[in-house]
DNA sequence: GCGATCAGGT
DNA sequence: CACACCTGATCGC
């Protein structure tokens, strides 16, 4: 849970993510994605007589999040004060003091951050320096290297301040399996089950958050058919996702919730009562998609665990591992971090001593003392216990292993050649809204790369274990219950292949200090990078003010050339699409820079 | 009646 | 061992 109080040290006018308390003097509101705890006051009574009253508050969040928010009544009062912007493209914000007529001006810059749709991370360049915010991020190993706008020319931005997700920011949370590796495992299973008949449902126990859509688009496309869902409201602008969910209960995957009864649901019935016309009782396995993580030294990584007689779980995050997250700040070597999240036992003094433990692993060389920060003491292992061999189950029920999918990158897809790229999918958002007969098919973009394209056609999957996985046979009896005998449990064992990939792509990851400069780049076999970060040898980083003129003119969507050296380097205003992530959700149209300024 | 907070649950 | 959410009880206004 974010413990973040919504203000930097660095921009103390601007509030994100929280909306309460102090927050309620902000000058600008941020809002990084549209999930609950990141909204607290958002509705409150006092923000909105504060809003009533002024012509210069205004919430700033991506396209997506606003629709997200309007879709529920109780935020329809932000209507007119909303600002969505565009991702990846530096807006100019004036931040004003109503009562002074002060003013601050801010270069923001929405980045993606792969939580959720419509999550962002918001670059936040001005007078005291660029710091970066991440919300709640899950980006892979290497991912960070792929956003231009942290770059600055060849090299990584100075970045001052990371204000950071620091969910599994624990060693215990040492490895996530990838998304490819969790979907493509989720995929199998489902395969294996509708196969079998018009009257083998799948349940998906998703919770009432947003997140969980990649997951029903790519089911979506897979075994064509719709999701059943309980509402399609908040999607009405984003086509991509109408078009895999429906409201009709005749189909055989569903992700509807019901509020009360979800105790009973497996095997018996769904949510939403579904069952086959013809009276024929339905064959309904449940699959929870729950975060499952894996020691350092872990060597397989179980993706699907069988947890009843016909209920699953599937390995599924919204957040960054520990070693994905590393990566990150190894790549950006930022100053200072802040994290969002004290873990339950620690103390803030703890956490920033991790901070400084991990600026030690990233710096070979001193660093500077940040000012009003204590001095690292010495560094205190988060965890005590065995996590290294971690091969056991994450969670408290008992439960047999269904699968190991230790597929360690570049096996993950059939069609996907390189370990760090997310699933191969696109959403976009319209201004328009789609009845049903216009989401049938799936939009294609523009701007879509021809690369992207054929990823993100249909593709032949390798059948995941479609040996070895065994579902329980229709003439088990189903008693749902607990206590599976050892037959029953079936536990799949598939040979422990632990290539040298996967921990050749851990430990280069960030560990050893010499390969941490701004310009190294893991092997190739690690990375794949969209475009290539111009190689400017003797560029200088320019001053304030240089940026400053820099980013007044970008925002105006100037085409900008700057001399950093020898060389001439132009800085695009916009880059569209190059990135392989799983939830930028982008403008679906032509869109010139929102120019914020007020 | 509403909001904030907490406990307890999934 | 986590997240992100819900419900219900309680308290204060």
């Given at each position: 849970m974010s413990s973040f109080a919504g203000r930097m040290k660095e921009y103390p006018n601007m509030s994100l993510d929280r909306f309460d308390r102090e927050n309620l003097h902000a000058r600008a509101y941020f809002l990084s994605h549209c999930?609950?705890?990141?909204?607290?006051?958002l509705k409150g009574p006092l923000l909105k007589r504060k809003l009533k009253f002024s012509l210069t508050v205004k919430l700033y969040c991506s396209f997506v999040t606003k629709e997200l928010l309007?879709?529920?009544?109780?935020y329809a009062f932000w209507e007119d004060h909303i600002v969505a912007l565009e991702l990846e493209s530096p807006t100019l914000i004036t931040l004003i003091d109503e009562a002074s007529g002060e003013k601050e001006e801010l270069v923001v810059t929405l980045l993606p951050a792969g939580h959720c749709p419509g999550s962002v991370m918001f670059l936040v360049e001005g007078a005291q320096g660029t710091v970066l915010y991440t919300g709640d991020f899950r980006l892979a190993k290497g991912d960070a290297s792929r956003i231009e706008l942290l770059h600055s020319g060849s090299r990584v931005k100075d970045i001052k301040s990371v204000y950071l997700d620091s969910t599994f920011y624990d060693p215990r949370f040492y490895q996530i399996p990838s998304r490819e590796t969790c979907l493509h495992a989720i995929r199998g299973l489902v395969q294996d089950w509708v196969s079998r008949s018009a009257y083998h449902t799948v349940w998906l126990n998703c919770k009432a958050a947003y997140g969980y859509e990649y997951l029903f688009t790519n089911l979506g496309d897979e075994f064509h058919t719709q999701i059943h869902v309980k509402s399609l409201d908040m999607f009405k602008k984003m086509p991509e996702i109408l078009s895999h969910v429906t409201t009709d209960r005749a189909t055989q995957i569903h992700a509807c919730r019901h509020p009360k009864d979800e105790e009973f649901v497996p095997a018996s019935r769904l949510p939403c009562g579904s069952s086959a016309s013809d009276g024929t009782p339905l064959n309904i396995i449940s699959i929870k998609p729950s975060t499952m993580w894996f020691g350092e030294r872990t060597q397989r990584t179980k993706v699907i665990v069988r947890t009843g007689a016909s209920s699953y779980r599937a390995c599924f995050s919204f957040?960054?591992?520990?070693?994905?997250?590393?990566?990150?700040?190894?790549?950006?070597?930022?100053?200072?971090?802040?994290p969002s999240v004290i873990p339950i036992g620690r103390t803030h003094a703890d956490v920033t001593e991790l901070k400084r433990v991990m600026m030690q692993e990233a710096t070979p060389t001193t660093l500077p003392n940040p000012p009003d920060e204590p001095l690292p003491l010495t560094h205190i292992p988060l965890i005590t216990g065995d996590?290294?061999?971690?091969?056991?189950?994450?969670?408290?029920?008992?439960?047999r292993y269904l699968e190991e999918e230790e597929r360690g990158g570049e096996r993950d897809e059939g069609s996907v050649s390189n370990s760090g790229t997310p699933p191969?999918?696109?959403?976009?958002?319209?201004?328009?809204?789609?009845t049903d007969s216009q989401t049938s098919q799936p939009h294609s973009c523009s701007h879509t790369s021809p690369s992207h394209s054929t990823l993100t056609g249909s593709q032949t999957p390798e059948l995941f274990v479609d040996d070895s996985v065994k579902l329980p046979s229709p003439s088990i009896p189903l008693s749902a219950g607990r206590g599976l005998s050892q037959a029953e449990s079936m536990l799949i064992q598939s040979e422990d292949r632990c290539q040298g990939d996967a921990l050749t792509n851990l430990d280069a990851g960030g560990e050893e200090s010499g390969s941490h400069t701004h310009q190294s780049e893991p092997t190739e076999s690690q990375v794949s990078s969209d475009f290539d970060i111009p190689s400017t040898p003797d560029s200088h980083t320019p001053g304030p003010d240089d940026l400053s003129d820099l980013y007044r003119r970008l925002a105006a969507g100037e085409e900008v050339v700057t001399r950093t050296g020898s060389q001439d380097t132009i800085v695009m205003p916009y880059i569209h699409m190059c990135l392989l992530h799983t939830w930028p959700i982008r403008a679906k149209r032509n869109h010139s820079y929102s120019s914020t300024t007020l």
């Open positions: 999930h609950k705890d990141h909204m607290k006051g309007l879709s529920n009544p109780k957040h960054s591992s520990y070693s994905e997250i590393k990566d990150f700040l190894s790549y950006l070597q930022p100053i200072n971090i802040y996590y290294m061999d971690c091969t056991e189950s994450n969670d408290d029920e008992e439960e191969h999918w696109e959403e976009f958002f319209t201004t328009e809204i789609l």
